[in-house]
């Protein structure tokens, strides 16, 4: 955009965290690039840069968020470990939506670099259809691919009663590892 003020190093990495902190959804690179008036990859290396200052920014299907204290919105996190082929992601992602549980991610163990975990980040059925929107679109491959299906969801909820009902649910679904 012509005469835009393009912002610089410190100045810039101010304002995308001012950004994605304010940001009630996630935010693209694309979206804060065009706000700094520089290119995505700059905007790549500043996120890099504020993650190395302990910044809690998630890189998600979506778009950067900001990851505020989750003990001002959910407090507790369990591991669960599941077990299925890539057609039944959607409905195992589904079923912990709806019952108000966030999918913060998703581990698998591979033989030759480790553990390997990806940011989901999705809390209702839009996210879920957006997740796996980017993965057809991108043509991209689930971990739990790479596992024959095994894989660890991080999963987070304002208590653990919710926590232990979605476990439950997955388990009635015979979702988890058995």
Do not use: W
């Amino acid at each position: 955009m012509p005469g835009k003020k393009k912002l610089f190093g410190e100045e810039r990495r101010v304002k995308l965290l001012d950004i994605l902190k304010t940001s009630e959804k996630p935010v693209t690179g694309t979206e804060l690039a065009h706000i700094a008036n520089v290119s995505r990859q700059v905007i790549v290396s500043d996120i890099t840069l504020l993650k190395a200052k302990n910044e809690p920014i998630v890189a998600t299907a979506q778009g950067y968020m900001y990851f505020h204290n989750p003990q001002t919105q959910q407090s507790f996190e369990k591991i669960v470990a599941c077990e299925h082929p890539p057609t039944r992601t959607e409905e195992e992602l589904n079923i912990l939506v709806d019952l108000g549980v966030t999918v913060k991610d998703v581990k698998i163990e591979h033989p030759v670099y480790g553990d390997l975990t990806a940011s989901i980040m999705v809390s209702n059925r839009k996210e879920v259809k957006q997740f796996l929107g980017k993965i057809n679109e991108t043509n991209a491959a689930f971990l739990s691919e790479l596992t024959g299906g095994i894989h660890l969801h991080t999963l987070m909820a304002y208590s653990e009663e919710l926590l232990d009902e979605a476990e439950a649910a997955l388990e009635k679904a015979g979702l988890l590892v058995q």
